[in-house]
């Protein structure tokens, strides 16, 4: 097959279907070419056919093979009726994000989850903000580096992100009060999944967490340069922003949403993030259907522990959320709880586990010279004439000739 100018040739496939197993699946003697390809993904159906993903640099590539399971030879490692079998389907999954197919299919994302929202200037502020990402990461890294291009940030980066946004609009629906949402993205990194929100959201108030300062000053450069007014930074670690007086007067209790995107492990994360979020006014158990008090969004993939998957109120996988093909993306997007973090940063012991280098932590370690007080690094004791000298020897006698 002929794709954008290089050729894509193999040599051999050897595919072997065990019983219970699925399909083991062995690439061999592929060319040069195939070097920076990699086989992502198997998936056998009844009809004899299989789906695989050829990851290329900046585009994915979906080929299925049709396989006629009695002319085909699974065992002979040098057959070639594996890979010339059947008719091919190409299509470009990562589209050009300029493109009206880009734009109908944000539209169509709209028009599916019951947002109202003008869809050529949400486009069109997703793709400067694209822009702006690709143009900072020259300078700085905000995202990979690795085949980071304009279609790659819009499609792994920007759209995930706004995949999120008919999980926020709960929390604003399930508002009693109607009050602007409080959302703080811990981790943001290069500003996701928080700014593209920011843009799509401009009645809530977006507070982007980074313990990485140069990424912060990246992202309010961004932000000012898309005229984004309703986003502020916090350089610190979150487990030490509700710390002191001013921190728990602005941060603790405060959120009605905390934003995450696989930033380490949920139990560690929920431990963090917990005191942030917002709790209901009442006693009531706020794991209703109503769900008034905050609650935390995480973007992860993977397999997850029992204790932190019995506490899921809602789950949203992206290919699903963006109408893609399954499995184009392990991630997918969980919904938890005020309370459901907190039981899952005690019960995994990630709560006592906190250490905070922030004001409000006593240093524990005290100076026993000097009265007990701590003293400055290098500084002398005042010298106390009542306290004999420690010599290491006792029978010293002065002479004088």
């Given at each position: 097959?002929?794709?954008?100018?290089?050729?894509?040739?193999?040599?051999?496939?050897?595919?072997?279907?065990?019983?219970?197993?699925?399909?083991?699946?062995?690439?061999?003697?592929?060319?040069?070419?195939?070097?920076?390809?990699?086989?992502?993904?198997?998936?056998?159906?009844?009809?004899?056919?299989?789906?695989?993903?050829?990851?290329?640099?900046?585009?994915?590539?979906?080929?299925?093979?049709?396989?006629?399971?009695?002319?085909?030879?699974?065992?002979?490692?040098?057959?070639?009726?594996?890979?010339?079998?059947?008719?091919?389907?190409?299509?470009?999954?990562?589209?050009?994000?300029?493109?009206?197919?880009?734009?109908?299919?944000?539209?169509?994302?709209?028009?599916?989850?019951?947002?109202?929202?003008?869809?050529?200037?949400?486009?069109?502020?997703?793709?400067?903000?694209?822009?702006?990402?690709?143009?900072?990461?020259?300078?700085?890294?905000?995202?990979?580096?690795?085949?980071?291009?304009?279609?790659?940030?819009?499609?792994?980066?920007?759209?995930?992100?706004?995949?999120?946004?008919?999980?926020?609009?709960?929390?604003?629906?399930?508002?009693?009060?109607?009050?602007?949402?409080?959302?703080?993205?811990?981790?943001?990194?290069?500003?996701?999944?928080?700014?593209?929100?920011?843009?799509?959201?401009?009645?809530?108030?977006?507070?982007?967490?980074?313990?990485?300062?140069?990424?912060?000053?990246?992202?309010?450069?961004?932000?000012?340069?898309?005229?984004?007014?309703?986003?502020?930074?916090?350089?610190?670690r979150a487990e030490e922003m509700?710390?002191?007086?001013?921190?728990?007067?602005?941060?603790?209790?405060?959120?009605?949403?905390?934003?995450?995107?696989?930033?380490?492990?949920?139990?560690?994360?929920?431990?963090?993030?917990?005191?942030?979020?917002?709790?209901?006014?009442?006693?009531?158990?706020?794991?209703?259907?109503?769900?008034?008090?905050?609650?935390?969004?995480?973007?992860?993939?993977?397999?997850?522990?029992?204790?932190?998957?019995?506490?899921?109120?809602?789950?949203?996988?992206?290919?699903?959320?963006?109408?893609?093909?399954?499995?184009?993306?392990?991630?997918?997007?969980?919904?938890?709880?005020?309370?459901?973090?907190?039981?899952?940063?005690?019960?995994?012991?990630?709560?006592?586990?906190?250490?905070?280098?922030?004001?409000?932590?006593?240093?524990?370690?005290?100076?026993?010279?000097?009265?007990?007080?701590?003293?400055?690094?290098?500084?002398?004791?005042?010298?106390?004439?009542?306290?004999?000298?420690?010599?290491?020897?006792?029978?010293?006698?002065?002479?004088?000739f």
């Open positions: 097959h002929e794709v954008d100018g290089d050729r894509i040739r193999a040599a051999s496939l050897l595919c072997q279907h065990r019983e219970g197993s699925g399909l083991c699946f062995e690439t061999m003697g592929f060319s040069a070419s195939w070097f920076p390809f990699i086989f992502a993904r198997v998936r056998v159906r009844s009809t004899g056919t299989f789906r695989f993903h050829v990851v290329v640099p900046c585009t994915s590539i979906s080929q299925t093979v049709a396989i006629d399971p009695d002319s085909a030879s699974l065992d002979d490692p040098d057959s070639n009726d594996l890979a010339t079998a059947g008719d091919s389907i190409i299509e470009i999954e990562e589209s050009d994000p300029y493109s009206d197919q880009a734009k109908d299919k944000l539209a169509k994302f709209f028009e599916q989850n019951d947002i109202d929202s003008d869809v050529d200037s949400a486009h069109d502020s997703l793709l400067r903000l694209t822009e702006q990402v690709l143009s900072w990461n020259r300078r700085l890294n905000l995202v990979s580096r690795k085949d980071c291009t304009a279609p790659v940030v819009y499609h792994r980066h920007v759209l995930p992100s706004v995949a999120l946004l008919p999980l926020v609009l709960d929390a604003r629906r399930n508002d009693d009060d109607g009050a602007t949402l409080n959302i703080v993205d811990v981790g943001t990194g290069g500003g996701f999944p928080g700014l593209p929100l920011a843009l799509l959201l401009p009645d809530a108030r977006f507070t982007l967490v980074d313990s990485v300062q140069k990424k912060l000053v990246a992202v309010s450069e961004i932000a000012a340069e898309l005229d984004v007014s309703n986003v502020r930074v916090h350089w610190g509700y710390v002191g007086e001013k921190g728990r007067r602005e941060h603790r209790g405060r959120y009605d949403v905390v934003l995450g995107r696989s930033v380490t492990a949920l139990p560690r994360f929920c431990a963090w993030v917990s005191d942030l979020l917002r709790r209901h006014d009442s006693d009531d158990d706020d794991r209703d259907e109503e769900g008034r008090g905050g609650r935390l969004i995480y973007i992860i993939g993977g397999e997850l522990d029992e204790l932190v998957e019995s506490r899921i109120a809602r789950e949203l996988p992206l290919d699903e959320a963006l109408r893609r093909e399954e499995g184009t993306s392990d991630k997918r997007a969980l919904v938890f709880h005020t309370r459901d973090v907190e039981e899952i940063a005690t019960e995994s012991g990630e709560k006592g586990r906190i250490v905070r280098s922030g004001p409000g932590r006593k240093n524990k370690k005290q100076n026993n010279r000097g009265g007990g007080k701590k003293m400055a690094r290098g500084a002398w004791n005042k010298k106390q004439n009542d306290v004999k000298k420690q010599r290491g020897y006792d029978d010293f006698q002065r002479y004088e």
